[in-house]
T-cell receptor, first 117, second 112 residues
Framework: EPEVTQTPSHQVTQMGQEVILRCVPI?????FYWYRQILGQKVEFLVS????????KSEIFDDQFSVERPDGSNFTLKIRSTKLEDSAMYFC???????????????FGPGTRLTVL | DQQVKQNSPSLSVQEGRISILNCDYT??????FLWYKKYPAEGPTFLIS?????DKNEDGRFTVFLNKSAKHLSLHIVPSQPGDSAVYFC???????????FGQGTRLTINP
């Protein structure tokens, strides 16, 4: 299985602070996704990103969230002003091979545990 | 909005026996179904998938069955091994690299 990497593995922040979570992509994958999992709950979709644009976002992904590929490689999720309820595991995922195989399988990174105090 | 449901929060199986995990969905637009395995504090690991045009897909000890008329899929693991103990998530998506919708997960415990 292809390896997606994420940094940091754990981020602790104060409420109201900005955080940036990073994902290192796999080559030949065209789509990027962010998901989160609040403790004890299911994995929830946040946003998908294709061709340097947001292709879909959930109702969770409000104005406090943004995504970008700042240098054309790493893929970031920014939360501008964190709230207590943003505490969760955040997973980056990738899918959609450029070879046109049409695979819809998404491969997940190990996650960043965000703790908002 | 529970489009994908795993009704069994936990399952305990004897080593060497078959483990059967179940998943139901409601959205008939789902085209692709996947099973992921997850350990605590790690990301979901892809196990096996199935397209809506098939009713069975097999990979080693893992087989996924899809019953479109019943909107039901299942994952069979045989024989079950202690290393299979983890949380298993069912997920579904529409066509074309769309978002995954996850079930709540089933914690599988394999007893020696």
């Amino acid at each position: 299985e292809p390896e997606v990497t994420q940094t940091p593995s754990h981020q602790v922040t104060q409420m109201g602070q900005e955080v940036i979570l990073r994902c290192v992509p796999i080559s030949n994958h065209l789509y990027f996704y962010w998901y989160r999992q609040i403790l004890g709950q299911k994995v929830e979709f946040l946003v998908s990103f294709y061709n340097n644009e947001i292709s879909e976002k959930s109702e969770i992904f409000d104005d406090q969230f943004s995504v970008e590929r700042p240098d054309g490689s790493n893929f970031t999720l920014k939360i501008r002003s964190t709230k207590l309820e943003d505490s969760a595991m955040y997973f980056c995922a990738q899918g959609g091979l450029s070879g046109g195989a049409g695979t819809d399988t998404q491969y997940f990174g190990p996650g960043t545990r965000l703790t908002v105090l | 909005d529970q489009q994908v449901k795993q009704n069994s929060p936990s399952l305990s199986v004897q080593e060497g026996r078959i483990s059967i995990l179940n998943c139901d969905y409601t959205n008939s637009m789902f085209d692709y179904f996947l099973w992921y395995k997850k350990y605590p504090a790690e990301g979901p690991t892809f196990l096996i998938s199935i397209s809506s045009i098939k009713d069975k897909n097999e990979d080693g000890r893992f087989t996924v069955f899809l019953n479109k008329s019943a909107k039901h899929l299942s994952l069979h693991i045989v024989p079950s091994q202690p290393g299979d103990s983890a949380v298993y998530f069912c997920a579904a998506s529409g066509r074309g690299a769309q978002k995954l919708v996850f079930g709540q997960g089933t914690r599988l415990t394999i007893n020696p």
